[in-house]
């Protein structure tokens, strides 16, 4: 069982940055893919970003591709997600999610095949 906490999200004026931390409980977090996704209303869940369980490998949407970091930590059991040149249309709620499988081009997308989710963290872009 992994439980997932994100934190970090706010008010930003565009080109600005935050940093999203996702912190989980869990022996075996080491272990799991991990990533991020948003939703912004009326929208469907977007993925953003995701890593592997070594941290080797990060994949992101191109939408985000330059601008955003996705890390992770397995000693302190986080993942963070470091937002750079926000732009408004980056408004959205962010979500961590967590899967024990590995998972490949397609599948690391699709919200469906991540077990475990935290709450959100509402992220807002002002122009």
């Known amino acids: 069982q992994v439980e997932l906490v994100e934190s970090g999200g706010g008010l930003v004026q565009a080109g600005g940055s935050l940093r999203l931390s996702c912190a989980a409980s869990g022996r075996t977090f080491s272990s799991y893919t991990m990533a991020w996704f948003r939703q912004a209303p009326g929208l469907e869940r977007a993925f953003v970003a995701a890593i592997s369980w070594s941290g080797g490998n990060t994949y992101y949407a191109d939408s985000v591709k330059g601008r955003f970091t996705i890390s992770r930590d397995n000693t302190k059991i986080t993942v963070y997600l470091q937002m750079n040149s926000l732009k408004p249309e980056d408004t959205a709620v962010y979500y961590c999610?967590?899967?024990?499988?590995?998972?490949?081009?397609?599948?690391?997308?699709?919200?469906?095949?991540?077990?475990?989710w935290g709450q959100g963290t509402q992220v807002t872009v002002s122009s």
């Open positions: 999610a967590a899967d024990p499988d590995v998972k490949g081009s397609y599948t690391r997308r699709i919200p469906t095949t991540y077990d475990y």
